[in-house]
């Protein structure tokens, strides 16, 4: 049983740019959670989704940031015009009934 | 918001000792506390958890203690190995939530040979 995957690992953008994060959640579990990681710190919910919903999205800034998760392929973490402040893990969580989160390796992302 | 937090940022012990990572919390509604460890470039990794009808709870190697009247949780980890070398993280179900953790800053354990 794979366990939660994320790609790309590790993601370089310049400053301005579009990073495009994909999560692809345990087999059978329909409920996925993004989060935030600053070196050196916790990690800090973002935003939680069901099948074609977003459930919560307190944690996501109102600009720049999105998320989905469509009903058929990966969650997607949408940063548009990236700046240095994004620079971070992003780390990916399923679960299949909204509890007892599996998380995914992360993507490291780094903004010149 | 309410928030985690850890004594320690860094702990060294020597293998075959002990460990202790201490955390305080300061949400009284918390009900419901996971420990997770993180390794260098990886997701954090689910441990113990604990509810807060709870004291104690026991893994393989590991025990967490919870004491609610002064909002602490604290996690043991006996026989230290190198292989727990690695970050460890104390966090909280929100209590506006069911499903939103609140992760503490981190505790650093370094396993000496």
């Known amino acids: 049983n794979a366990g939660v995957m994320q790609n790309p690992r590790h993601l370089v953008r310049r400053r301005g740019q579009e990073a495009r994060l994909r999560c692809s959640p345990m087999?059978?579990?329909?409920?996925v959670y993004w989060y935030r990681q600053l070196p050196e710190e916790g990690l800090k919910f973002m935003v939680y989704l069901q099948k074609e919903n977003i459930i919560d999205e307190s944690g996501m800034p109102k600009e720049r940031f999105s998320a989905e998760f469509p009903k058929e392929g990966p969650s997607i973490l949408r940063i548009q015009q990236v700046v240095r402040g994004d620079s971070a893990a992003y780390f990916c969580a399923s679960s299949p009934d909204g509890a007892g989160l599996d998380f995914g390796p992360g993507t490291r992302l780094l903004v010149l | 918001g309410e928030s985690v937090g850890l004594h320690l940022p860094t702990l060294s012990v020597q293998e075959g000792d002990n460990s202790i990572i201490n955390c305080a919390y300061s949400?009284?509604?918390?009900?419901?506390f996971i420990w997770y460890k993180q390794e260098s470039g990886k997701g954090p990794q689910f441990i113990i958890d604990i509810r807060s009808n709870m004291d104690k709870r026991q893994g393989q190697r590991v025990t967490v203690l919870l004491n609610k009247t002064v909002k602490h949780l604290s996690l043991q980890i006996a026989a230290t190995q190198p292989g727990d070398s690695a970050v460890y993280f104390c966090?909280?179900?929100?209590?506006?939530?069911?499903?939103?953790?609140?992760f503490g800053s981190g505790t650093r354990l370094l396993v000496r040979p």
């Open positions: 949400n009284s509604a918390s009900d419901y």
């Open positions: 087999k059978g579990h329909s409920h």
């Open positions: 966090a909280e179900i929100d209590g506006d939530s069911s499903y939103k953790l609140i």
